[in-house]
């Protein structure tokens, strides 16, 4: 049974926005001070990298309008490149990048919730992730439109919370004493220059992540030649902007020098100073809320990409130790039209790798590099299917070919640093991801028909 098409463009724009606002924006301005050295410099990072995401975006937005169908990047993968490529995309999420990303979001959910309601307890910890896992699984069980207004409302709290945060540092808090101060520096050249731009992007380009989640559920967006671009336009466009205001909010308070000597409290030094006491809690609940949205995104729209990877098999998936795993990940329930296999499988993943990791952070960045490159793979796919693909009227994103020639170029640049910088990581992600080619092989000879060498 096929999935319907029931969430309009503010569910979209929600998901968009609510996928990409995490805590990054808390912590980040903190740990860019370590690199910047004029207030100028922090503004040109943060609208930097949001054009250099504004590129991947629209470029996907294209994809989507050529392949309308839940798991874009997987669809746009296999009809560019071939099913193995696809079929390594969905292996490496479901394998550890889906529930590693849930998992790990979770257990910081899970931190805070201890910590607002006064426990310090590593076993609450999980408990809370557990439940938040639990949660937003059984809503999404219960329809995509459940899903997407849950969405729209955590991301409007997410938004007005930083909007508030701005306000407060901006009318309530007393700037200091060297704000606005336009020191120049001396960045030693070109190659210091290539080097001072490398440093920033990749400290700040990462809490722009999450835009490329929200194609999964491309297969359910109403008219989504209008409305996925649109979203995937605005939103990126729309955190940009919030993000640039955060940062003058945060620099008029604190000074550059004090967020270098104390990165992780600034967020907090500017609700303090703007609210009083009662602003450091208010801070809290809002990273809280920040991060419960980001979780009910991840769930929502992960298990899009496993369904559509499984359903391209399960028609032609033979008895074998494979076709029943199949068959759960490509199962949609009847009455609600929602992958409520994938949905159960991920969140199940999900939990147990949370109880048993604790944390991942260091099993993500096993997969920092074969995940990019899908990426760019994903995004490279545009080359290769708007000419097969495109008609008249259809989107197309502006400024082709640059556009996603300078996503492209810029995440390659990430991927060599991750190999030559953290080559043990990186390897170790390699070879785990090379894992999936027996499965592979053996799943496409378990499921060709006599004859078929479409797989």
């Excluded at 309308?68 to 009809?79: D, E, F, K, W």
Aim: include cysteine.
């Amino acid at each position: 049974m096929p999935l319907r098409r029931q969430l309009g463009l503010s569910a979209v724009l929600a998901i968009v926005v609510g996928d990409m606002i995490g805590s990054g924006i808390f912590f980040t301005p903190g740990e860019l001070a370590a690199v910047a050295s004029s207030e100028w410099q922090v503004y040109f990072f943060w609208a930097l990298c949001g054009v250099i995401t504004l590129c991947g975006a629209l470029t996907l937005a294209e994809l989507a309008t050529l392949l309308p169908q839940a798991g874009v990047s997987y669809h746009a993968l296999t009809q560019a490149y071939g099913p193995f490529a696809g079929f390594m995309q969905a292996w490496i999420m479901i394998l550890v990048s889906g529930p590693g990303a849930i998992a790990g979001i979770a257990v910081l959910f899970g931190e805070f919730a201890t910590r607002l309601t006064g426990g310090e307890s590593e076993g609450m910890q999980l408990v809370w992730a557990a439940a938040a896992i639990v949660f937003f699984a059984l809503i999404n069980l219960r329809g995509v439109q459940w899903g997407g207004r849950i969405q729209v409302v955590l991301t409007a709290v997410k938004v007005l919370g930083l909007l508030a945060l701005v306000a407060g540092g901006l009318i309530f808090a007393e700037p200091h004493a060297g704000f606005a101060d336009a020191a120049e520096t001396e960045q030693g050249g070109l190659l210091g220059m290539l080097r001072f731009v490398g440093l920033g992007v990749a400290i700040v380009l990462f809490t722009y992540d999450g835009w490329i989640d929200a194609s999964n559920v491309a297969g359910e967006v109403k008219d989504p030649g209008r409305n996925f671009p649109l979203a995937m336009g605005v939103g990126v466009i729309l955190i940009t902007a919030v993000y640039l205001l955060v940062n003058f909010a945060f620099l008029r308070v604190v000074p550059l020098d004090e967020m270098r000597s104390a990165p992780t409290q600034v967020a907090a030094t500017v609700a303090t100073a703007a609210y009083g006491n009662g602003g450091g809690t208010a801070l809290n609940l809002l990273m809280w809320i920040s991060i419960f949205g980001a979780l009910g995104g991840l769930i929502m729209t992960l298990p899009r990409l496993f369904y559509a990877a499984a359903s391209e098999y399960v028609e032609r998936a033979r008895e074998t130790v494979l076709s029943g795993p199949v068959r759960a990940l490509a199962a949609v329930s009847g009455a609600r039209a929602v992958p409520s296999g994938a949905i159960l499988i991920a969140a199940g993943l999900s939990i147990a790798a949370l109880l048993f990791f604790g944390s991942f952070s260091r099993i993500v960045t096993f997969f920092v590099v074969p995940f990019q490159l899908i990426n760019i793979l994903m995004v490279s796919s545009v080359f290769v299917l708007r000419p097969r693909l495109s008609g008249p009227g259809a989107f197309r994103v502006p400024g082709y070919p640059f556009t996603p020639a300078v996503f492209m170029l810029v995440m390659s640049s990430f991927l060599l640093a991750a190999v030559v910088y953290n080559p043990f990581d990186s390897m170790i992600g390699i070879a785990l991801t090379l894992t999936g080619i027996p499965v592979y092989r053996m799943l496409v000879r378990n499921s060709k028909e006599p004859g078929d060498d479409s797989l």
